[in-house]
Structure formats: structure tokens, C-alpha cells
């Protein structure tokens, strides 16, 4: 066997770790080293004048995070919160933010040598922040980089509401 072989049966067995979870139809996944925990429906509290897609505040042990509703910040319909719906607690560049999503499925292992590279589309859609699409059990898992879900902008704005 050669060096090749060797380092390509090693890419083959080397996974990631990513929380699936569901926004509408569609199974996304977010690495799990990104993923500080998984809240159950939580109580935000309003705050005007926001983003359409931030839904408000939530008190998380003494630290005021904004709270992204991700069916409106991936331009869907709004839809009512039930007892599936949790908020996955994230760091992205140094902002403590919950993503509310339809309900989280599990911690999946999906090899490394299954997630493809996204297919780039027109330049009117924003698809920077899908870092590729792979397959698990036989569905379709798109890979969500959540580093680069928003834009500098939208993090300012969240920073200044945090701190309000």
C-alpha cells in the first residue's frame, strides 16, 4: 500500500460531529464545537426597532443574547412556536446568539469524504454561509457555517442590542 492509499483511507474514516436539526422541509446541521447547548421554547423579550428576523432578547444565566428566528432569517413562513422548538446557543465572532429552529434532530457522524462542496448559484442568492451539503442515513444534510450566517452588519447591530 502506498503513502497515497494510506492517506486516502484515512480521509475516508475521519468524520465531523454536527447537530442536525429542521427549519421547515429541510435538515440542516451546525459542528457541534460550535454548539454551546440546546435550550426547549424560550422567553424572549422584545426589543423594538430590531432586524425583522431577531425576535428579541433572552436572559441566559445573567448574559442577554438575541434571539434569530432562522425561518425568517432564511426568508420563510413564520410559523407558530410549539413544543418541538429549541434555540441552539451559538458563538459567532465573539456574540453569544440563539438560533431558533422547528425542533433538533440528533448528533450525526457524517464522514468528511460525504459533504460536497456547495454548488454556487446566481449572485442574487447568499449561500456563503452553507459550507457544503452531505448525506446521512439516506437524507440530504445541508451544512450550515455559522460563522458566515451574518453579515458584519447584522452582527453590529445584535452587539448593540445585546449591551443595551
Known amino acids: 500500500m502506498t503513502d497515497i492509499d494510506?492517506?486516502?483511507m484515512e480521509t475516508?474514516?475521519?468524520t465531523?460531529?454536527?447537530v442536525s436539526f429542521n427549519i421547515g422541509s429541510e435538515i440542516?446541521?451546525?459542528?457541534?464545537?460550535?454548539?454551546?447547548?440546546?435550550?426547549?421554547?424560550v422567553k424572549v423579550t422584545s426589543v423594538p426597532k430590531t432586524m425583522p428576523f431577531m425576535k428579541g432578547v433572552y436572559d441566559l444565566r445573567n448574559?442577554?443574547?438575541p434571539i434569530i428566528d432562522m425561518r425568517l432569517k432564511f426568508n420563510l413562513e413564520e410559523k407558530d412556536y410549539d413544543r418541538d422548538t429549541v434555540t441552539i446557543i451559538t458563538e459567532i465572532h465573539g456574540v453569544l446568539i440563539g438560533l431558533t429552529v422547528?425542533?433538533?434532530?440528533d448528533v450525526i457522524n457524517m464522514p468528511i469524504t460525504s459533504i460536497q462542496n456547495t454548488p454556487h448559484f446566481s449572485s442574487?442568492?447568499?449561500s456563503d454561509f452553507i459550507k457544503g451539503i452531505g448525506k446521512h442515513d439516506g437524507k440530504i444534510i445541508i451544512i450550515l457555517e455559522v460563522d458566515k450566517i451574518f453579515r458584519s452588519e447584522e452582527l453590529e447591530l445584535m452587539?448593540?442590542?445585546e449591551s443595551a
Open 16 to 18: 465531523d460531529q454536527y
Open 63 to 65: 448574559t442577554i443574547i
Open 12 to 14: 475516508d474514516l475521519k
Open 6 to 8: 494510506n492517506v486516502t
Open 159 to 161: 452587539k448593540q442590542k
Open 124 to 126: 442574487e442568492i447568499d
Open 28 to 41: 440542516y446541521g451546525i459542528e457541534v464545537m460550535k454548539v454551546q447547548e440546546v435550550l426547549g421554547n
Open 102 to 105: 422547528d425542533s433538533v434532530s
